[in-house]
């Protein structure tokens, strides 16, 4: 691993034991109020995919509270999580063979 990856992964780890901490200290946790940094270490999504999301007005709800400033509630994250669920599989995989719980979405009805 280099010196970076390192760094990295140390930089990760702080933030997750960070966010840790804040959850089992909070009243609701569901109203947490979490940084860019912290849904990242959360979802396992990158700070910069988050911020794309923002632009493209996609992703779990967030506010800006100041103009420097992007906070996202845990219960939103949560939410988007479970409403956004896909999982990506290969064109070989086996469990396409199975129509009945497969649904195939035409390029069209994609676009917005």
Do not use: C, I
């Not at 909070?26 to 947490?32: G, I, K, Q, R």
């Not at 396992?44 to 988050?50: F, K, M, N, R």
């Not at 923002?54 to 509630?73: A, D, I, N, V």
């Amino acid at each position: 691993m280099t010196a970076q990856m390192e760094a990295a992964a140390a930089s990760l780890l702080m933030v997750w034991n960070t966010l840790q901490a804040k959850l089992q200290t909070a009243v609701n946790p569901d109203d947490l109020l979490m940084t860019p940094e912290e849904v990242a270490a959360y979802t396992g999504l990158s700070v910069p995919a988050l911020a794309m999301m923002r632009h493209r007005k996609q992703g779990p709800s967030f506010s800006h509270p100041t103009s420097r400033t992007t906070l996202y509630r845990k219960g939103d994250v949560d939410a988007w999580v479970r409403e956004g669920h896909v999982e990506v599989v290969k064109p070989d995989d086996e469990r396409l063979q199975d129509k009945e719980h497969v649904t195939f979405v035409p390029a069209e009805e994609t676009k917005e």
